[in-house]
């Protein structure tokens, strides 16, 4: 089992950047792949980016290819997502999730532990 706590949202105008991290407990978080979902009032939770067990392989959905970056270090149990160019659409609570299953999968039930959740909002 793992626990997620996520940290580093804020208020940013857009076109700013902002870096989200997730904190895992557990000595086995290197055997995890991670992913970064969001979800705004009123909508379903939205995939946003994943990354493999190793890091070898990332996985971006096509609204946020080429703007944000999931990167993780497996010394330090942390799992991150830079984001750049940052739209007033990138409003949301993000949220980290583990699974032991695989990188890449775009489904959040595919996900059986969450953090809290740290919330983003980007100003016009």
């Known amino acids: 089992q793992v626990q997620l706590v996520e940290s580093g949202g804020g208020l940013v105008q857009a076109g700013g950047s902002l870096r989200l991290s997730c904190a895992a407990s557990?000595?086995?978080?290197?055997?995890?792949?991670m992913a970064w979902f969001r979800q705004s009032p009123g909508k379903e939770r939205e995939y946003v980016a994943a990354?493999?067990?190793?890091?070898?392989?990332?996985y971006y959905a096509d609204s946020v290819k080429g703007r944000f970056t999931i990167s993780r270090d497996n010394a330090k149990n942390t799992v991150s997502l830079q984001m750049n160019s940052l739209k007033p659409d990138d409003t949301a609570l993000y949220y980290c999730?583990?699974?032991?299953?695989?990188?890449?999968?775009?489904?959040?039930?595919?996900?059986?532990?969450w953090g809290q959740g740290t919330q983003v909002t980007v100003s016009s």
């Open positions: 999730a583990a699974n032991s299953k695989g990188g890449g999968l775009p489904q959040f039930y595919e996900y059986p532990y």
């Open positions: 990354i493999s067990w190793s890091g070898g392989r990332t």
């Open positions: 557990g000595r086995t978080f290197s055997s995890y792949a």
